[in-house]
């Protein structure tokens, strides 16, 4: 298993595009801290949790991409072929599944690890801020709900067709410009963007609408769901 998982993370990690990926990421979230958070979002702070929730939301729709483009490995017909010979030997699928699914979620985690490190160095360097607790909340209702959603998903439309998975690359690229309503707003930025406005004040304590909280309760316990539909079926399959 231990080589197995070696060989998976070598793969998908060690691969051109996920680092092309990578760098997209970087260079998007430096855009973004340079050309927009350093002024302050909203009539906020720079350095306060609503500017950097922004930022963390703005990086969001290239993660997620990577994380579909990583679920369109498991489901190419070169993969196919493999599971097949894999069905015929006595591998455990279901452990397969779960480790490419661990893969997955570690490429995610280095992607928001290089994100983070960005934003704490450019907090550190430009405002000398040292604390960063401040920055905890909107980092987990921004980075976490989404991706358990999207994996979730994108492995379900992998298997159904290995093209719906890129069907929805293209609908993350278009909803993260795109205004929607706090309780389904799958990226996060409008509600970092709009909501210190609404609450009338400068720089208002950071505290987010109850409809974008369930909203991401919701993503998270559907995209849970879907992961463990995902297991099962590999269980009937096999």
């Known amino acids: 298993m231990i080589k197995l998982f070696g060989y998976e993370a070598k793969r998908l990690l060690w691969n051109k595009f996920y ?9 998007n979230g430096w855009y973004t801290l340079f050309g927009n958070v350093i002024m302050g979002i909203s009539n906020t702070a720079p350095f306060s949790p609503w500017s950097f929730g922004y930022y963390l939301a703005q990086v969001m729709p290239v993660q997620l991409i990577c994380t579909l483009f ?3 490995y ?29 893969v997955i ?18 907090y550190a360097v430009v405002f000398q801020l ?3 607790s401040a920055f905890l909340l909107p980092a987990l209702v921004v980075l976490i709900p989404p991706v358990i959603f999207v994996l979730g998903i994108g492995l379900i439309a992998g298997r159904f067709h290995n093209s719906l998975v890129y069907g929805l690359m293209a609908v993350i690229f278009i909803i993260s410009f795109i205004g929607l309503p706090y309780t389904v707003d799958l990226i996060g930025g409008g509600v970092f963007l709009h909501y210190p406005i609404a609450l009338g004040s400068l720089d208002p304590a950071f505290a987010l609408p109850v409809s974008f ?12 769901a879907l992961i463990c539909y995902c297991c099962k079926a590999e269980v009937k399959r096999t």
Do not use: H, P
């Open 19 to 27: 680092i092309i990926l990578f760098a997209i990421t970087i260079f």
């Open 74 to 102: 498991i489901y190419s017909a070169k993969e196919k072929s493999v599971q097949r010979l894999t069905l015929a030997t006595s591998m455990d699928t279901v452990k397969f599944m779960l480790v490419r699914i661990t």
């Open 105 to 122: 979620t570690i490429g995610y985690l280095l992607l928001c690890i290089g994100v983070l490190v960005l934003g704490f160095t450019f």
């Open 70 to 72: 990583f679920v369109t």
């Open 213 to 224: 909280v369930l909203g991401r309760i919701g993503y998270t316990a559907i995209g849970l």
């Open 130 to 132: 040292k604390d960063f």
